[in-house]
T-cell receptor, first 109, second 115 residues
Framework: RKEVEQDPGPFNVPEGATVAFNCTYS??????FFWYRQDCRKEPKLLMS???SGNEDGRFTAQLNRASQYISLLIRDSKLSDSATYLC??????????FGKGTSLLVTP | DTGVSQNPRHKITKRGQNVTFRCDPI?????LYWYRQTLGQGPEFLTY????????KSRLLSDRFSAERPKGSFSTLEIQRTEQGDSAMYLC?????????????FGPGTRLTVL
């Protein structure tokens, strides 16, 4: 069983829509959590860290539920430029980042 | 541009040949990581350096793979006797242990195709 599980999508949504991605992780001792964004044939880039208290950055809101081992990302008012693959990332006690397969988002006009 | 750089960006080789990739991290970063990404998958961790010391290696890193960071600055990843299954994007990342977040920043990657 892969440590980080995500629905690969694709999610096709119109501009202005709200879209939510979910992710589960298997290691209850995991310590840090992130969402990275990856454009086609580009490197992953940190979108935001995820905290139990929830955190928001503009149109993006991330939430962590440690009891359910569940991470979410909400994107409000989707833009064409949000089209990308969103990678759920979990870091255990070491230094390696454990990536999910990614969820593909396509925002259409 | 002071981001992570990787060379070459693309490499095509024949099965059985050796290849070497280079990564130059962000200048003040003391941690350096190598990952591999195949189509439709997220990146998978290969190895990690703190300064010049290689502190962690994944089981994915077979005996044909070796990584070095001789002076704690740039790093090289060598694959000997390449196989078609080695075809992937090889990503390097760096971070600063002394920062609050220790965020890993990725380079553009080296895309390897083994024919």
């Amino acid at each position: 069983r892969k440590e980080v599980e995500q629905d690969p999508g694709p999610f096709n949504v119109p501009e202005g829509a709200t879209v939510a991605f979910n992710c589960t992780y298997s290691n209850s001792a995991s310590q840090s959590f992130f969402w990275y964004r990856q454009d086609c044939r580009k490197e992953p880039k940190l979108l935001m860290s995820v905290y139990s208290s929830g955190n928001e950055d503009g149109r993006f809101t991330a939430q962590l539920n440690r009891a359910s081992q569940y991470i979410s990302l909400l994107i409000r008012d989707s833009k064409l430029s949000d089209s990308a693959t969103y990678l759920c990332v979990v870091q255990d006690s070491g230094y390696a980042l454990n990536f999910g397969k990614g969820t593909s988002l396509l925002v259409t006009p | 541009d002071t981001g992570v750089s990787q060379n070459p960006r693309h490499k095509i080789t024949k099965r059985g040949q050796n290849v070497t990739f280079r990564c130059d991290p962000i200048s003040e970063h003391n941690r350096l990581y190598w990952y591999r990404q195949t189509l439709g998958q997220g990146p998978e961790f290969l190895t990690y350096f703190q300064n010049e010391a290689q502190l962690e290696k994944s089981r994915l890193l077979s005996d044909r793979f070796s990584a070095e960071r001789p002076k704690g600055s740039f790093s090289t990843l060598e694959i000997q006797r390449t196989e078609q299954g080695d075809s992937a994007m090889y990503l390097c990342a760096s971070s600063n242990r002394d920062s609050d977040t220790d965020t890993q920043y990725f380079g553009p990657g080296t895309r390897l195709t083994v024919l």
